[in-house]
């Protein structure tokens, strides 16, 4: 199968922040493949430089088949974008923020126009489409947004957040829209989230970066492989760092919280047997849960660190949402 | 060229939906034609007066400076709008489309001075109503006049906000610079009076060949002659449309 993204080596660097080192991925003709990591990991620099609104300092990328280098402008025919925040001309209506795009990718007439009353009814927002974008909840705004970004029919949709800052309504619906939409048109999608349970929900491969780095990639279920069909987090009595020495654990790892991770086959049968030894050698274990691996669990296991406890950027993020709700 | 009429329609409809706006951009030119035009007009009321002015009363002899001044003030000030759809994000929109760019910033500039001389033509008819001589023959060529000075200030605006982040710091270079362009532009106070030193300042500003010119078809004196009033007027234009081309298409997001 062709692929529609081909990433080698990507790096950027602003000052004397490297915010992506090395990133090289392959992305199949009508794939949907998610960026998966915390905020600041260099997810938002990627997409740039994918949809050539930043110039990468090394390393080259082909996108749709064309060079983003060289190419820029052909690249830009071929995809469509929603961004983290609005690009939305928030004094206009919601029918001219289509029109102008329209128009500005080309189209225009009757084409035109009835393209805009397809997309404004699909995503539900007909009733408001002589509405300023201004008055917009943040829902509605993220679907005009979408709509918009599918008006000119792009081969490559790329996703910033798509949910970020919704009610799990709202998130819901938009998946709908972009599973509709790719299934229809053989979209090739790639979206960037910090949402595991979307990753894992929607996309068919996922890579995690972090620090600008990618550290792990494939199939939702291949990356949970790497922790262990079930996972169990033990914290022992004087925070000993002593493995767990059993044939039953398959892989064991401290974690800075004090924690041992586990990765068991079967967690119901695995901790009777960790009271049992923790009896025979003389441990206490002071407190103990278990659940199926999850992505935050392999972003966990890879980091040592949870995926959102990223504090740094919470600022970041609220300003963001208040940005896009535009108040 | 789509990108060019859309980003003129954008403009356009942008500054009509904009209500407060377009009452706003009146008040300021009418405050200073009437308080400070009708209040001086009354001081130069004597014979010798007219001399000053180029033959005419000075109500008549600063009208033409208070149209190029309301050209001028809202064009400069239109270039902040870029600064608010960098904040905003839909300059993002034109960055990543496939359209020119060119013609992207050409068509706002555009839009955005037929908007500005909306506001021109509007305070111009109104100082009709209280300049007893001025010669409506004049007004398509003063129009003309004013599309050229809002190209140029237009242009400078743009390429002002996209060398900035905040509108706070926009407003500040902006006010820092309006009166001494209009003081030093002829609109109040003839040239030929100022301070040599004034003289060569008031040499270099763009404002003075908009109002000089104008004042040429509205009154029918001028300092300076006519071709050379519009050729550096539409030179200078020219330059900063370019630097304003060149900066946009440079143009990243931060």
Same mark, same amino acid.
């Given at each position: 199968?062709?692929?529609?993204i081909?990433?080698?080596n990507?790096?950027?660097?602003?000052?004397d922040?490297?915010?992506?080192?090395?990133?090289?991925?392959k992305?199949?003709?009508?794939?949907?493949?998610?960026?998966?990591?915390?905020?600041?990991?260099?997810?938002?620099?990627?997409?740039n430089?994918?949809?050539?609104?930043?110039?990468?300092?090394?390393?080259?990328?082909?996108?749709?088949?064309y060079?983003?280098?060289?190419?820029?402008?052909?690249?830009?025919?071929?995809?469509? @974008?929603?961004?983290?925040?609005?690009?939305?001309?928030?004094?206009?209506?919601?029918?001219d923020?289509?029109?102008?795009?329209?128009?500005?990718?080309?189209?225009?007439?009757?084409?035109l126009?009835?393209?805009?009353?397809?997309?404004?009814?699909?995503?539900?927002?007909?009733k408001?489409k002589?509405?300023?974008?201004?008055?917009?909840?943040?829902?509605?705004?993220?679907?005009?947004?979408?709509?918009k970004?599918?008006?000119?029919?792009?081969?490559?949709?790329?996703?910033?957040?798509?949910?970020?800052?919704?009610?799990?309504?709202?998130r819901?619906? @938009?998946?709908?829209?972009?599973?509709?939409?790719?299934?229809e048109?053989?979209?090739?999608?790639?979206?960037?989230?910090?949402?595991?349970?979307?990753?894992?929900?929607?996309?068919?491969?996922?890579?995690?970066?972090?620090?600008?780095?990618?550290?792990?990639?494939?199939?939702?279920?291949?990356?949970k492989?790497?922790?262990g069909?079930?996972?169990?987090?033990?914290?022992?009595?004087?925070?000993?760092?002593?493995?767990?020495?059993?044939?039953?654990?398959?892989?064991?790892?401290?974690?800075?919280?004090?924690?041992?991770?586990?990765?068991?086959?079967?967690?119901?049968?695995?901790?009777?047997?960790?009271f049992?030894?923790?009896?025979q050698?003389?441990?206490?274990?002071?407190?103990?849960?278990?659940?199926k691996?999850?992505l935050?669990?392999?972003?966990?296991?890879?980091?040592?660190?949870e995926?959102r406890?990223?504090?740094g950027?919470?600022?970041e993020?609220?300003?963001?949402?208040?940005?896009?709700?535009?108040? | 060229?789509?990108?060019?009429?859309?980003?003129?329609?954008?403009?356009?409809?942008?500054?009509?939906?904009?209500r407060?706006?377009?009452?706003?951009?009146?008040?300021?030119?009418i405050?200073?034609?009437?308080?400070?035009?009708?209040?001086w007009?009354?001081?130069?009321?004597?014979?010798?007066?007219?001399?000053?002015?180029?033959?005419?009363?000075?109500?008549?002899?600063?009208?033409?400076?208070?149209?190029?001044?309301?050209?001028?003030?809202?064009?400069?000030?239109?270039?902040i709008?870029?600064?608010?759809?960098?904040q905003?994000?839909?300059?993002?929109?034109?960055?990543?489309a496939?359209?020119?760019?060119?013609?992207?910033?050409?068509g706002?500039?555009?839009?955005?001075?037929?908007?500005?001389?909306?506001?021109?033509?509007i305070?111009?008819?109104?100082?009709?109503?209280?300049?007893?001589?001025?010669?409506?023959?004049?007004?398509?060529?003063?129009?003309?006049?004013?599309?050229?000075?809002?190209?140029?200030?237009?242009?400078?605006g743009?390429?002002?906000?996209?060398?900035?982040?905040?509108?706070?710091?926009?407003?500040?270079?902006?006010?820092?610079?309006?009166?001494?362009?209009?003081f030093?532009?002829?609109?109040?106070?003839?040239?030929?009076a100022m301070?040599?030193?004034?003289?060569?300042?008031?040499?270099?500003?763009p404002?003075?060949?908009?109002?000089?010119?104008?004042?040429?078809?509205?009154?029918?004196?001028s300092?300076?002659?006519?071709?050379?009033?519009?050729?550096?007027?539409?030179?200078?234009?020219?330059?900063?449309?370019?630097?304003?081309l060149?900066?946009?298409?440079?143009?990243?997001?931060?």
């Open positions: 199968m062709e692929n529609t081909e990433v080698e990507l790096v950027k660097i602003f000052g922040i490297t915010a992506v080192k090395n990133v090289s991925f992305i199949k003709k009508g794939e949907i493949f998610a960026f998966l990591g915390p905020n600041g990991a260099g997810k938002t620099t990627t997409i430089m994918l949809t050539t609104l930043v110039k990468p300092t090394e390393g080259n990328a082909r996108v749709a088949g060079d983003i280098r060289a190419d820029p402008q052909k690249v830009r025919e071929k995809i469509g @974008i929603v961004f983290q925040d609005s690009s939305l001309d928030r004094d206009l209506t919601a029918y923020n289509m029109l102008i795009h329209g128009r500005i990718y080309g189209y225009g007439g009757t084409a126009r009835e393209k805009i009353g397809e997309l404004l009814r699909f995503v539900e927002l007909e408001f002589k509405k300023i974008v201004k008055t917009f909840s943040g829902g509605m705004a993220r679907r005009l947004e979408i709509a970004a599918l008006l000119h029919e792009p081969e490559v949709l790329f996703l910033d957040e798509p949910t970020l800052g919704l009610d799990p309504q709202t819901t619906r @938009i998946w709908e829209y972009i599973t509709q939409m790719k299934e048109h053989e979209m090739t999608i790639f979206l960037t989230t910090h949402y595991m349970d979307e990753a894992e929900q929607f996309a068919e491969r996922i890579a995690i970066i972090d620090h600008g780095e990618i550290i792990a990639k494939g199939t939702p279920d291949k990356l492989k790497k922790v069909s079930d996972v169990v987090y033990l914290t022992v009595a004087n925070g000993k760092k002593k493995c767990v020495d059993a044939a039953f654990v398959k892989n064991c790892t401290f974690l800075p919280d004090e924690r041992i991770e586990l990765g068991v086959e079967n967690a119901g049968e695995a901790i009777p047997r960790l049992e030894l923790a009896e050698k003389h441990f206490k274990i002071v407190n103990v849960s278990y659940h691996p999850t935050n669990d392999v972003f966990l296991h890879l980091t040592g660190r995926i406890e990223e504090r950027d919470s600022f993020m609220v300003r963001a949402v208040m940005r896009r709700r535009g108040r | 060229m789509r990108a060019f009429t859309t980003l003129t329609y954008r403009q356009i409809k942008r500054f009509s939906n904009a407060s706006r377009v009452v706003g951009s009146f008040v300021n030119p405050i200073w034609l009437v308080f400070f035009g009708l209040g007009s009354k001081v130069f009321n004597f014979p010798m007066a007219k001399q000053i002015f180029g033959g005419v009363d000075y109500l008549s002899f600063l009208a033409p400076g208070i149209v190029a001044m309301t050209i001028f003030s809202s064009s400069f000030i239109s270039g709008s870029v600064i608010w759809d960098k905003f994000g839909f300059l993002k929109e034109i960055l990543v496939p359209s020119s760019r060119k013609a992207a910033i050409v706002r500039i555009v839009g955005d001075s037929l908007t500005s001389l909306l506001q021109g033509i305070i111009l008819l109104l100082t009709f109503t209280i300049a007893e001589s001025l010669s409506p023959s004049g007004i398509p060529y003063v129009l003309f006049i004013g599309f050229i000075l809002a190209v140029g200030f237009a242009s400078f743009v390429s002002l906000a996209l060398k900035m982040t905040s509108m706070e710091g926009f407003q500040m270079v902006m006010s820092f610079l309006m009166l001494p362009l209009l030093l532009s002829g609109a109040f106070y003839p040239i030929s301070p040599s030193w004034m003289q060569i300042l008031a040499h270099i500003n404002l003075t060949y908009a109002v000089d010119g104008s004042r040429y078809f509205l009154i029918g004196t300092n300076f002659p006519i071709a050379m009033d519009i050729g550096i007027l539409a030179l200078l234009s020219l330059i900063f449309l370019g630097v304003a060149y900066l946009f298409e440079r143009a990243t997001i931060d």
